[in-house]
């Protein structure tokens, strides 16, 4: 049974889907192959509209998706690190930037990494340019995860909700990808939205499982 | 791979660490480029440069124990270790060590809640403990006792209260030093001393009573490097009936005088318990010219031109907000005799802006707009930068100069800051005041830090300006950044420097070695001090 957040976010979900020309809706329509990381969680920042839709079209798709307002400290302290002191997690959303640089300066703590990380501006003329961030490794998914937002246009947040559900697990947390900057990059009209995903890297952390005490 | 500090052979420090492992465990002790990339200050102003201060490499114990032989192994390699507690003190330094080249004794996993008296109101730590932690403690168990949270929340209460840091909630708590009671410490020599009623072995009042027998040292332990602290004792504060968060708006500059007089007043005679703020929301808005010019002006702008502006504005200058605790009918006398006092300012205004009854559901603790003040932990800090019109912001430093709540004070420091960033070229700062402390205020603004040199240049130059300047005004910051805390000791020169003088007698008896936490606070070793002289 759906909660009355979900089912007002599955009413924003239809609107969007229904608004999309049809070149986004067959952007939606890829998935990727292969195994896909299982979420824990998938957070949205339903204070921006793409937030809404990308949470909408999370739940619609059965992901455990949780609306974090303009922080993350909420379900950072209820539900995230509660569930990492057990033991890894998987946790994916669409946020701005500080709450991102939030969960992903506290994911180093239990050994948990930046697997996937796209960055959508505005461009000033209506339109939104798309960085994907990744190791090399990456470079296929990231090229089709591209390809797919920038064919969504404006309906690009159900197409990230999309990506961040279809990451694949051969993708691991990479060194190179270092810790988001704070800095908002020049030529861009607004605020950046960013759809992530922090999964276990290789390396431990100090806190979380490994960390009891023996 | 990362560089063994200065002065000490590669041989000795691949040494030192293989000991080291052999202590804490191999799965402890992280020397990779990726691990030592972790302990970066992520704001930092010197981000990428070559005097970046950087850790060699990091051990994370998991006991007093462990902490004991490590210290005794730094000691036979002069190996400078740098502890720290949650690590996460961005604005101030973050978990980068002072001294280049030192390792970072990383205590997050000590991070069990020992001991929590409700009858007491009271609680026992270790390093790692965070706000969110102990929080999340009280609220499983039902526990009806209020932390008193820095913000953001991820910090740790040791670490925050050691480095003079501080909260939100009733006068008694929000010092986070003031509010501790008893600590364990190990020296660098290895030995553990437990100060105040915790030096009997039998003590049942280690969180009741601060001071025990003989000199009370345990102020020595903050904003220093004597010592490692690994327990530590916070007062708790009960859980009111009731909560009523407030504004009130004074319309003219100058009323920034009587409306803090009477603040303060009320705040000294315990009618206003809270965190109390004050800003001045004309003189936050867009910097157009004539603001900029009144406010470089200082004494020079006179209150008929002041008046012509702000009226112009159409808003008031000064907005204060506050919080009033305890049962409801005590809120509302508190309240009222509150407004019966500020009535005395022409054009004052108050309004309720939010109010709460005990205990609250989940549901409601998520909805609480002001968390810190209800000593709920939070993120709230960066995710005011996350809101739809706000530009995210750079890093930055905090810059928090000390001053008595005064409002002469306050205009006299915005006028003198104001002149800073003017003569570089730079809109003025935020303006606003923080009574955290008992009787002090912090007139506090960011300045911003970048990934590149060249802006943070500007930076380093800007913040150093802004912490002279300020001295010379008879206002010190209380708590700097690390890359800025040799020229703030500087500012509290008395008598050719006598104190820091003191501080450094006392790090030499402490620790010969000078292995803890080298230059923090500006406090280097013997043998370190010789060579930077």
């Not at chain 1, 969960?103 to 939104?128: C, K, N, Q």
């Not at chain 2, 002469?408 to 955290?436: Q, R």
């Not at chain 2, 008879?474 to 040799?486: D, E, K, P």
Request: proline share 6%.
């Amino acid at each position: 049974m759906p909660s009355r957040r979900e089912f007002i976010q599955r009413g924003i979900a239809a609107s969007v889907l229904a608004a999309c020309p049809l070149t986004s809706r067959l952007a939606l329509a890829g998935s990727s192959s292969g195994k896909t990381y299982r979420l824990f969680k998938v957070v949205f920042d339903q204070t921006f509209a793409e937030g809404a839709a990308f949470g909408a079209e999370a739940v619609s798709r059965g992901a455990p998706a949780r609306a974090v307002g303009s922080n993350a400290g909420s379900v950072w302290m209820n539900e995230i690190e509660p569930r990492w002191k057990r033991g890894p997690a998987v946790i994916a959303g669409l946020t701005g930037r500080a709450s991102l640089f939030c969960l992903e300066l506290l994911a180093r703590d239990y050994g948990m990494g930046v697997v996937y990380r796209a960055e959508h501006s505005p461009t000033g003329d209506g339109g939104i340019r798309h960085v994907i961030t990744g190791p090399e490794s990456l470079s296929e998914w990231q090229a089709e995860s591209k390809t797919r937002l920038t064919a969504a246009g404006q309906c690009w947040s159900a197409v990230a909700a999309r990506m961040v559900m279809n990451c694949p697990e051969t993708l691991e947390p990479d060194p190179s990808i270092g810790l988001l900057d704070l800095a908002q990059p020049a030529g861009i009209a607004g605020p950046s939205l960013f759809s992530w995903v922090i999964a276990p890297a290789k390396r431990p952390g100090v806190l979380g499982e490994r960390a009891k005490r023996g | 791979m990362p560089q063994p500090p200065k002065g000490m052979s590669d041989r000795d420090f691949q040494a030192a660490l293989r000991r080291i492992r052999e202590v804490a465990g191999s799965e402890w002790v992280f020397s990779s480029d990726e691990d030592v990339e972790l302990y970066r200050d992520a704001y930092s102003p010197l981000w990428g440069e070559e005097e970046e201060r950087v850790a060699s490499a990091a051990v994370a114990p998991i006991s007093v124990e462990e902490i004991q032989a490590i210290v005794r192994i730094a000691n036979e390699y002069r190996l400078p270790l740098y502890p720290i507690s949650t690590g996460k003190n961005l604005t101030y330094g973050g978990s980068a060590p002072v001294y280049s080249g030192s390792v970072v004794l990383d205590l997050r996993r000590m991070n069990r809640i020992l001991d929590v008296s409700l009858r007491d109101r009271s609680c026992l730590v270790e390093p790692g403990v965070s706000y969110f932690d102990l929080y999340r403690h009280l609220r499983q168990e039902k526990i009806p006792l209020w932390i008193d949270t820095a913000d953001p929340g991820w910090g740790g209460l040791i670490g925050n209260s050691l480095d003079h840091g501080a909260g939100y909630t009733a006068s008694d708590f929000r010092d986070h030093f003031d509010a501790h009671c008893g600590m364990e410490i190990v020296l660098a020599s290895g030995e553990v001393v437990r100060t105040g009623m915790g030096a009997n072995p039998n003590a049942k009042t280690w969180q009741v009573f601060k001071y025990g027998m003989g000199p009370w040292v345990d102020g020595i332990f903050s904003q220093s490097n004597y010592g490692i602290v690994t327990k530590m004792g916070f007062w708790l504060m009960e859980e009111p009936e009731a909560a009523l968060m407030v504004n009130v708006t004074a319309p003219r500059r100058q009323d920034i005088v009587p409306l803090l007089d009477i603040l303060t007043s009320l705040i000294y005679s315990h009618t206003i318990l809270s965190e109390l703020q004050v800003m001045s929301p004309i003189m936050n808005g867009s910097p157009d010219p004539e603001l900029v010019r009144l406010r470089v002006a200082g004494a020079g702008a006179t209150d008929q031109e002041w008046a012509r502006y702000v009226e112009s504005r159409n808003q008031p200058c000064w907005a204060a907000s506050f919080c009033f605790y305890g049962a409801p009918k005590v809120i509302a006398a508190s309240w009222e005799h509150t407004k019966d006092r500020l009535a005395v300012i022409s054009g004052v205004q108050f309004r309720e802006t939010a109010s709460y009854t005990f205990p609250l559901t989940d549901e409601q603790v998520d909805a609480v707009a002001d968390k810190p003040r209800l000593g709920i932990p939070s993120l709230n800090l960066f995710g005011s930068r996350n809101s739809p019109t706000a530009r995210p912001s750079e890093g930055h430093l905090d810059f928090s100069p000390m001053v008595a709540p005064r409002g002469e004070e306050l205009l006299a420091l915005t006028s003198v800051t104001g002149k800073v960033y003017a003569d570089m070229g730079l809109p003025p700062p935020f303006v606003g005041g923080w009574i955290y402390h008992r009787r002090g205020m912090i007139v506090f603004h960011p300045v911003s830090t970048y990934r590149n040199a060249e802006d943070n240049q500007k930076t380093r130059a800007l913040f150093e300006r802004l912490v002279t300047a300020c001295a010379e005004g008879g206002w010190n910051t209380y708590r700097i950044h690390a890359n800025f805390q040799a020229l703030a000791i500087q500012t509290y020169g008395f008598n050719n420097g006598s104190l820091h003088r003191l501080h450094e007698t006392l790090k030499d008896a402490i620790d010969p070695n000078g292995i803890l936490s080298a230059g923090r606070y500006d406090i280097w070793p013997k043998h370190l001090r010789e060579k930077r002289a």
